[in-house]
């Protein structure tokens, strides 16, 4: 499945997240897609601006029918010390970073952010927040 890009389509998963936010309201957790820096999820080469734009409605939607629980970012593959940055208040670091570095989702966008560490990710990063 190829993710929603086009405007009805992302107006569409938007609302297919809130439904089901609104269905399992204090059930669930929701992550806004998965692994979008893998090309296999995208069906060609992954698309910083679609997932922007898709995150950012779909969060908006799950927020809105469910306020009590925090969306996430979809989970990135291998790349948790580059999803790792410092945010402007001096806080949690939750900007993310694609595999090409490149910033794509303010670090207030979302209030968690899901990573598919491996153990040598999670303990560079690990070193990165220490070093902070």
Same mark, same amino acid.
């Given at each position: 499945? #190829? *993710?929603? !890009?086009? $405007? ?13 936010? &609104? @269905?399992?309201?204090? &059930?669930?957790?929701?992550?806004? +897609?998965?692994?979008?820096?893998? *090309?296999?999820? +995208?069906?060609?080469?992954? $698309?910083?601006? !679609? ?5 950012? $409605?779909?969060?908006?939607?799950? /927020?809105?029918?469910?306020?009590? &629980? ?26 993310? =970073?694609? !595999? +090409?570095?490149? *910033?794509?989702?303010? =670090? ?5 952010? $899901?990573? @598919?560490? /491996? ?5 560079? #990063? ?5 070093? &902070?």
């Amino acid at each position: 499945m #190829a *993710p929603p !890009c086009s $405007d009805p389509a992302r107006a569409a998963f938007a609302a297919f997240s809130g439904a089901a936010a &609104r @269905h399992f309201r204090g &059930r669930a957790a929701w992550e806004v +897609w998965n692994e979008p820096n893998v *090309p296999r999820y +995208w069906m060609g080469a992954p $698309d910083a601006l !679609c997932y922007v734009a898709l995150a950012r $409605d779909a969060a908006a939607a799950i /927020r809105r029918e469910d306020p009590s &629980r925090e969306p996430e970012t979809a989970a990135q593959a291998e790349y948790l010390v580059r999803a790792l940055a410092v945010n402007r208040s001096g806080g949690i670091p939750l900007t993310i =970073w694609y !595999c +090409w570095q490149e *910033p794509v989702l303010p =670090w207030n966008s979302f209030d968690l952010l $899901d990573v @598919h560490g /491996r153990a040598k990710a999670a303990y560079q #990063a690990l070193q990165s927040l220490r070093a &902070r």
